[in-house]
């Protein structure tokens, strides 16, 4: 390390910060021996561990060394010490591509060129076995020449993470851009997963605003399970077309990325050339990933003094809300509605409704039990709050995120609110993240 203390592994000199997650920060960075501008990802290993997402990082590592692909940010190097792990990877000059959404629609041949370019790596990785299951424009990169790169490929999947039924199960990915098959918790094919969010991400090229949206987070996945959503008239016929094969429900019906690449709308002015893999690149230098989660693993070098701010510490509230701009609160809305509220939870489904028939218990509540998810908290005659009925259903986001609905089906409004207020709010107590729309602590 020289005396200016930004020198990493002796290769790296480490320079401004990019960007920052709740467990990472990403650093510009130039190579000492061929001066190549790099990205530099940091990611405290003793925060990823406690949250259990090293396996997640291991798996990161394993599918961005499968893919090489000129689409695709390529990872170069990664290394690991004691308390952190580093991914040396190409840096994108240009940026996300959201950046430019932002700015307002891109015009349709704009749209249509990196529309081409995401199906060419999207493809290539189903080709190896890869499913990203996070496509969404903030993770979609810009070279200096304005060359679309995936990036991300924390909640990627491989081929052999299936189940007997060659399912995928497990429920990831930002909400606007999830397919409808994902929140149906009865398994998916990931390969038909990320076409859905690829039709996503052309409609907000084209439009500058997301297809299903809606303040309230259940309305909008039921708008995105019915794929209700309407294409503005500048649209041309060959792009709704090809939007309403994409954005189809029925993953069964929907088309396929060589289904895609074959319509006229994607072959204008397509470049399968262009879109080449890298197999002739050079390998990534071998890490071992089981240093990545090893506590006693040995410095390889110096670490960099740059400083790093310590992340809070996670919780599934967190987790779901990582991604730039996304932000549930913001679905937390009808505050008028006063017989209607919701709160968040890591807890499972079995875990909420137990604390809530305790509860209920205490309250001289009854209980009915409507499904596994579903249930109606009654008044009995032996006490004063008779009438009172309140229904909870209980919506699984992730395996580890629920948001909890409820909501006064009969009775006195008055009774309801100060029961809530009084007796059930702080009865719940670590079951909830976080209780309509509040922030959660920091």
Request: net charge positive; proline share 3%; with cysteine.
């Amino acid at each position: 390390m020289d005396k200016n203390g930004n020198i990493l592994m002796k290769k790296y000199e480490v320079g401004r910060l990019l960007g920052k997650g709740t467990f990472a920060k990403v650093y510009y960075g130039k190579n000492l021996q061929t001066g190549e501008s790099v990205a530099i990802k940091v990611i405290d290993k003793e925060k990823v561990l406690k949250v259990g997402l090293i396996n997640q990082t291991k798996r990161e590592i394993a599918v961005m060394r499968l893919i090489k692909h000129q689409n695709v940010m390529q990872l170069h190097e990664v290394m690991a010490t004691k308390t952190k792990i580093y991914f040396v990877i190409e840096f994108a000059k240009g940026g996300e591509l959201f950046n430019k959404v932002k700015k307002g629609k891109l015009k349709e041949n704009t749209a249509r060129k990196y529309f081409q370019q995401l199906i060419s790596a999207v493809s290539f990785c189903h080709n190896r076995g890869v499913y990203h299951r996070d496509l969404k424009p903030e993770n979609l990169l810009l070279d200096e020449n304005g060359t679309l790169k995936v990036s991300d490929f924390g909640l990627s999947a491989l081929s052999d993470s299936k189940r007997q039924d060659g399912l995928l199960h497990t429920t990831c990915g930002t909400p606007a851009y999830v397919a409808p098959e994902v929140i149906g918790r009865k398994g998916y094919d990931g390969a038909k997963a990320d076409i859905w969010s690829c039709g996503v991400i052309l409609f907000v090229l084209l439009t500058a605003y997301l297809p299903f949206h809606d303040p309230n987070l259940i309305e909008m996945y039921r708008k995105i399970s019915r794929a209700e959503y309407k294409c503005p008239p500048w649209l041309s016929p060959q792009v709704r077309r090809l939007l309403s094969r994409i954005l189809d429900p029925n993953p069964q019906t929907r088309i396929s990325i060589e289904e895609i690449m074959e319509t006229p709308w994607f072959q204008k002015g397509y470049d399968s050339k262009a879109t080449r893999n890298k197999t002739g690149d050079n390998e990534i230098p071998h890490t071992d990933t089981d240093s990545v989660s090893s506590h006693s693993s040995p410095d390889i070098a110096a670490e960099t003094k740059v400083e790093l701010a310590r992340p809070a510490s996670l919780n599934a509230f967190d987790i779901i809300s990582l991604s730039t701009g996304f932000d549930l609160s913001g679905f937390f809305v009808r505050k008028d509605q006063k017989d209607e509220v919701r709160f968040t939870s890591s807890k499972s489904t079995s875990a909420i409704i137990s604390k809530l028939e305790e509860i209920a218990s205490r309250l001289r509540l009854s209980v009915k039990k409507k499904d596994d998810s579903s249930m109606r908290l009654e008044g009995s005659d032996e006490g004063w709050n008779w009438t009172l009925s309140i229904d909870v259903e209980i919506f699984e986001i992730a395996s580890s995120f629920h948001v909890v609905e409820v909501k006064k089906s009969s009775g006195d409004t008055l009774d309801y609110q100060n029961m809530l207020r009084q007796d059930i709010r702080p009865a719940l107590g670590e079951i909830i993240c976080a209780w309509e729309g509040e922030q959660q602590e920091q």
